[in-house]
């Protein structure tokens, strides 16, 4: 039998072979550890940057809580649901979670929902029942271009000289501007739902609603007298003010049908 010899490999080859397995182990080693290091460190930045939002926010909202004198926990279930904020005596709860927010309204409990931008004492506008003005609510009221509703940038008119901002303001809520500011808080929850951008809605559109609301609470408040206790509605102002959020939620439900169909 005769046995074929192979002839030994030139050395460039064994050399070329071996640089080659080295680069080659060098780089699975260099994806290996930063997969292992750099998401780590990546992660903890973002976990770290979304802690310091939520206590900052906390911090401003148990202030605000405070200088109101209300009650509240903090982490307390509702309906099985933990919520950030909730309030006892009034039974109404508060959350950064705009997904705990709907459950919540479809379970019919009074919540409120705190997105990031809101500052604590922003808070006040958005409660369900009347809340007394503070000093650093005072202190930004004051430092708006005069406190009054035709200045420029309010509401609608930031780039139409001479528009009533207050009747923008109600025509975005799609309310008559003789509506009380129970009227407009049912209004702005209502409108919330369609444009807030976690329900896919646009986020224009929502800060639109947010500056209505803010404008059309403003006038209400102002109208009904400032400081002083507004005086209980009769029934035909009652009855009013329901026939006006019914006719809102009828055309906002026939606007959802059209888009559907769509």
Do not use: N
């Not at 997969?35 to 939520?54: F, T, V």
């Not at 605000?64 to 709860?93: C, K, N, Q, T």
């Not at 009074?110 to 500052?119: F, G, N, Q, T």
């Amino acid at each position: 039998m005769v046995v074929d010899t192979l002839p030994p490999l030139p050395a460039w080859l064994l050399i070329g072979i071996g640089v080659g397995t080295l680069a080659t182990g060098g780089v699975v080693a260099l994806f290996y550890f930063g997969d292992r290091l750099l998401p780590a460190g990546a992660d903890a930045a973002a976990a770290g940057a979304s802690i310091d939002g939520d206590a900052r926010r906390r911090t401003e909202i148990r202030s605000y809580l405070s200088a109101i004198d209300e009650r509240f926990r903090e982490d307390h279930s509702v309906d099985g649901d933990p919520v950030d904020f909730y309030l006892p005596d009034r039974e109404v709860a508060i959350t950064f979670d705009a997904q705990q927010f709907f459950r919540l309204e479809r379970a019919g409990i009074a919540a409120v929902l705190c997105e990031h931008e809101l500052p604590g004492r922003g808070l006040g506008d958005r409660l369900p029942f009347d809340t007394p003005e503070t000093e650093s609510a005072s202190e930004s009221a004051r430092g708006r271009a005069g406190g009054g509703f035709g200045t420029e940038g309010a509401f609608g008119t930031a780039d139409k000289p001479g528009a009533d901002p207050v009747a923008a303001a109600f025509a975005e809520l799609e309310l008559p501007r003789s509506t009380d500011e129970d009227a407009v808080k049912r209004a702005y929850r209502e409108r919330v739902k369609d444009v807030h951008p976690d329900q896919g809605g646009d986020e224009e559109a929502f800060r639109r609603v947010r500056e209505a609301y803010a404008t059309a609470t403003e006038y209400c408040r102002r109208a009904d007298g400032g400081a002083e206790p507004p005086e209980p509605r009769s029934a035909a102002d009652r009855s009013r003010g329901a026939a006006a959020t019914a006719r809102a939620r009828r055309a906002r439900r026939e606007r959802r049908a059209r888009r559907k169909r769509r």
